[in-house]
């Protein structure tokens, strides 16, 4: 006798944003705010408005937006990755540490740094996919041993004997501009996860994700699979944000972007992208680094104590993860007030 098997529901992915969808309200929000911040901060405190001032802003900014970029996929997945800094740090030691062990091949030093953190980001995935365990008690975990091992690597000790033209060619301008040519890395990169996430399939899957993993596990996507290569492409990024980091200054040192993940963390949820998944996009994280980067400076150039830089850091972090809930319900009480037969409109 044949025995009826239930048959479950296919999960339908999220369709990708358009236009209308990847400019959301809570986007526009940021980026008004951005142009505010930048409006008030040029009539009110000196030198905001100089060219060179926004050069600090980009150079600051751009650690942040590197890791900020497949932090914002690994957020949509559900997922959080808080050792991006220590591994930034990590990798700063590596690289320190093999220039002084004769290792002076800039290409080299720069695969072998991309290696480690593909590693360190593997390790990170291997917990979580294989082992099952929650993103936030690893990634704690891993910050705290990533971190150690940098200061097993280096001790207390700064390498900064680099050639001089590494960090003057790691930082210089593009032609007729006061713009450092490594934007053009951080643009490539948004460029390639932004349509990733927004413009297939992919994509369209890591929404899935972040909405229904067991589901979206049904509906055949590789919903382990997916977040274990996105765990190793955070850490092969934020190893490109220590090798940034480590030439900017032209110093390895274990203490090196120590507490960047908030900024980037503060980044992504001021962004737009929720911190339980399954919202969000690329658009409004990329505004919320250049806002919190310009922010940050112009308080720093009015005489603002480090510590209060802090607490405005903490203030929209929080604000980050109330905001587009507030946005979200007060949308949400403005289509239950319109007419029934205009409800299902866009």
Not at 278 to 304: H, P, S, Y
Request: one cysteine or more; a positive charge; charged letters at 10%.
């Amino acid at each position: 006798m044949a025995v009826d098997t239930p048959v479950r529901e296919p999960v339908t992915p999220p369709r990708p944003r358009g236009v209308r969808g990847v400019l959301g309200s809570w986007d526009v929000l940021v980026l008004v705010a951005l142009v505010l911040v930048i409006v008030v901060g040029s009539m009110t405190v000196d030198g905001v408005g100089n060219p060179r001032f926004y050069r600090f802003v980009i150079l600051e900014a751009i650690p942040i937006a590197l890791i900020a970029l497949p932090m914002t996929l690994v957020v949509i997945t559900g997922e959080i990755d808080l050792s991006v800094a220590s591994t930034v740090g990590l990798t700063c030691s590596v690289l320190g540490a093999l220039w002084q062990a004769g290792v002076t091949s800039l290409p080299l030093l720069i695969a072998l740094s991309l290696a480690l953190g593909a590693v360190l980001g593997a390790v990170n995935g291997v917990f979580v996919t294989v082992f099952g365990l929650p993103s936030l008690a690893v990634t704690i975990g891993t910050l705290a041993l990533y971190r150690g091992l940098a200061y097993v690597v280096l001790g207390d000790r700064a390498v900064a004997d680099y050639p001089v033209d590494w960090a003057r060619d790691m930082i210089a301008p593009l032609p007729g501009t006061v713009i450092p040519w490594f934007v053009l890395v951080v643009a490539v990169l948004a460029l390639l996860f932004g349509v990733l996430l927004h413009a297939t399939p992919v994509g369209r899957g890591l929404y899935a994700i972040g909405n229904n993993a067991e589901a979206s596990a049904y509906s055949g996507i590789a919903v382990l699979k997916t977040k274990f290569w996105l765990f190793v492409a955070t850490g092969v990024v934020a190893a490109l944000a220590g090798v940034f980091w480590t030439f900017r200054f032209a110093s390895a040192r274990a203490d090196n972007a120590n507490g960047l993940e908030l900024s980037v963390v503060a980044a992504v949820l001021l962004g737009g992208v929720s911190i339980f998944g399954g919202r969000g996009g690329l658009l409004g994280v990329v505004a919320a680094v250049a806002l919190l980067g310009t922010l940050r400076n112009a308080l720093q150039l009015a005489d603002v104590p480090a510590n209060a830089l802090t607490i405005v850091t903490g203030t929209l972090l929080i604000a980050s993860v109330v905001g587009p809930n507030v946005v979200r319900m007060a949308r949400g009480r403005l289509r239950r007030r319109r007419p029934p037969e205009e409800r299902t409109q866009p």
